[in-house]
């Protein structure tokens, strides 16, 4: 007797038939394929063969286009008129060098009128700090919906909403790191979800080839307003001692920036470290020049983003003043 055949094998074949047959999925077989996944139509075999064969050729800038554009048709809230995000920040990496300065960069943005949605996963690898617990420090509780996360963007101008509690199947995708032992293209597509459909997206990478993917994706899905950088440990924080490569989608077109270098000198990493100085840092009890630069400088690049300011310099500048301005907790 002979069995038929699954519908998800062919995307499969397509990518895993040897170095001559093989070829990446159009953008529209990449939907249909991340569409079955999210429909729980997918068999756990071949759940995990996919995710391998994506990671070992890397995805395409169509093929991730497809991946987004399917897990975006899930979310309600996509594509309302009303958004209640200025910015969409993805934090899915997790800082293991560096405490998460870029969190208090955030955070003075939202203290100026800029609405900040941050959505993120942690766990997923061992020895690193994530958002979802480095907020804890700052007195922020996460949001557990869309519903809530918008309540507080009216409320506070940030929000922090895990990714389980906006797509559980990419959640629990990215929970089977440990077990494969590799990342998977759902760690690429998460950073891009902008659950909420704001106008401007800030996203990170940690290997510098998938910044331009990122970019030609983010013009395939007509997102207008997009830029993508090389951040610390892969999160959205420009390290002052490096030149950062910021990669834009500006009105539909691609745009390359370099920023500078804030120090000359490197700073020596800390042999611990302890998210407690975060506020510490914010409340002027102790000074980290690495970590103030940090803050200032990420800030900077979502200013010129988001058109608050027309320069580096400008960007800067302003960046500081709210810096210097910034009122301290309660």
């Given amino acids: 007797m002979t069995r038929q055949e699954h519908p998800f094998a062919e995307y499969i074949r397509i990518l895993g038939k040897g170095k001559k047959g093989s070829r990446p999925l159009t953008r529209e077989e990449a939907y249909q394929a991340m569409s079955m996944i999210l429909a729980g139509e997918v068999l756990p075999v071949q759940l995990g063969a996919f995710l391998m064969l994506m990671r070992v050729k890397e995805e395409t800038p169509e093929e991730l286009a497809g991946f987004i554009q399917a897990a975006r048709e899930t979310f309600s809230p996509f594509g ?70 918008r309540q507080q963007l009216e409320e506070q101008s940030f929000s922090y909403l895990p990714l389980e509690y906006i797509c559980p199947i990419l959640h629990e995708i990215i929970e089977l790191r440990p077990i494969m032992g590799l990342r998977s293209p759902v760690h690429t597509l998460a950073r891009m979800l902008n659950p909420f459909n704001a106008k401007h997206s800030i996203q990170a990478i940690f290997h510098p080839g998938y910044r331009p993917v990122h ?29 950062c490569l910021v990669q834009s989608v500006k009105h539909g077109e691609l745009y390359d920036e370099q920023w500078p270098r804030i120090f000359e000198r490197r700073h020596v990493k800390s042999e611990t470290l302890d998210p407690k100085q975060l506020a510490a840092v914010w409340q002027g009890d102790i000074e980290d020049e690495y970590g103030e630069a ?23 500048n302003m960046a500081e003043d709210f810096w210097r301005g910034r009122k301290l907790f309660e």
């Fill in 215 to 243: 970019q030609e994706a983010a013009l395939l899905l007509n997102d207008l307003h997009v830029a993508v950088f090389k951040g610390e440990s892969g999160e959205v924080e420009r390290n002052p001692d490096a030149d």
């Fill in 294 to 316: 940090a803050v200032i400088g990420t800030a900077a690049i979502a200013l010129k983003l988001i058109g608050k300011a027309d320069s580096q310099d400008c960007a800067m």
């Fill in 80 to 149: 309302e008129p009303s958004c209640p995000a200025d910015l969409d920040w993805s934090s899915y990496a997790g800082k293991r060098r560096h405490l998460p300065w870029f969190l208090l960069s955030a955070l003075l943005l939202a203290e100026n009128g800029i609405k900040v949605f941050m959505h993120g996963a942690g766990g997923h690898t061992a020895g690193r700090i994530y958002t979802h617990d480095a907020l804890k420090y700052l007195g922020i509780e996460h949001a557990a919906s869309l519903q809530e996360a």
